[in-house]
């Protein structure tokens, strides 16, 4: 088969179906929609900031990172955040590949994972004929046992005995000017050792209509950063909650029913926090489903493109990767 355009020749399917094996497996398109990058600077928990404002110190930290040149999304409009692809960037290298991974997670309020699903793809877009006839160098060091399969075009023993990517005719040249899928992946269960990112949301009735909640996360894949992590908590209609504690930065979006708890990084040397606060005349069921937001440019299935060589020397090509893990759905139910 041909490569198809934009769809790489993947098809129109947005979704995988369940699958007994790798041939087996369904479609997936590689119009994946993840959110822009905010880039931020590591920064340590602070304590809680005033209700519904950012505080002097946020505005400082976005106040440097404009002037370092850098775009910055205000906390409050997190739920209105739009979701673009990665641009493709032909002007910056003749080689250019996306490495894109979207996670749908459903967890339920008293533990279990409800939906666990991961699906990747690798893009290849060559805007210069005369990198045409190249193969893409990986490296895959995935503990997950991720689903791999290779674009029908692509040399599948080349693949698994090098951990090379390309074509079954090394003579013919990639597609120019087209973004064609190349590899993809997929990962589903409900084995909570596969979900990155525990929230645990604890409401506790007051005895006088009101509710105290807790809530904590925990990375549990800790060769991942998460920047930009919103957690979105709703609220009963009207309620105006009182903060305690506070590992980050909240806003109270009135308009929206809801509190965000914003942490521009959640890594290793961060790995758990908690936010705490009371809200008057409201029920434990008030605060769900929690929604999670987050961007990053670490791979969850630990696959890498380390290198692009040409067919006939093996010798390097100078290329541009874009590497994103983004949630489509990660909620707390």
């Known amino acids: 088969p041909a490569f198809g355009g934009s769809s790489g020749g993947f098809g129109s399917s947005a979704l995988y179906t369940p699958a007994p094996s790798v041939g087996d497996m369904a479609n997936i398109s590689n119009d994946i929609k993840p959110p822009s990058y905010t880039s931020v600077q590591k920064q340590l928990p602070t304590r809680a900031m005033k209700l519904g404002s950012k505080g002097k110190d946020v505005e400082s930290f976005v106040d440097q990172l404009k002037s370092e040149g850098e775009s910055v999304t ?68 995935d503990s997950h046992g991720v689903q791999l399969q290779t674009h029908p075009n692509v040399d599948k023993e080349l693949f698994k005995s090098r951990s090379q990517i390309g074509l079954k005719q090394p003579n013919k040249p990639f597609p120019l000017n087209t973004d064609v899928g190349v590899l993809k992946w997929r990962l589903q269960g409900t084995d909570e050792a596969f979900v ?126 874009d590497t994103m893990l983004f949630p489509d759905k990660y909620e707390i139910v």
Request: aromatic share 6%.
């Open 196 to 321: 990155p990112l525990l929230i645990n949301c604890w409401p506790s009735e007051t005895g006088d209509g009101g509710c105290d909640v807790n809530i904590e996360y925990e990375l549990t894949h800790l060769d991942l950063e998460l920047v930009d992590v919103n957690i979105c908590i709703p609220l009963p209609i009207g309620c105006t909650p009182i903060v305690g504690e506070c590992d980050g930065t909240y806003s109270h979006e009135s308009k929206r029913n809801q509190l965000v708890w914003s942490l521009p990084l959640i890594d290793a040397s961060n790995k758990s926090g908690s936010f705490e606060f009371s809200a008057p005349r409201a029920i434990p069921n008030d605060f769900f489903p929690l929604n999670v937001m987050f961007n990053s440019k670490s791979t969850y299935a630990q696959i890498q493109i380390t290198e692009v060589l040409l067919v006939d020397d093996e010798s390097a090509v100078k290329h541009t990767v």
């Open 74 to 141: 205000a906390v409050n409009n997190v739920s209105q955040a739009s979701h673009k692809s990665i641009a493709i960037k032909p002007e910056i290298d003749g080689v250019y590949l996306k490495q894109e991974e979207k996670l749908i997670v459903r967890m339920g309020r008293d533990g279990g994972v409800q939906q666990f699903e991961l699906s990747g793809l690798i893009t290849l877009h060559i805007s210069d004929e005369k990198w045409g006839r190249i193969r893409v160098q990986l490296k895959n060091q």
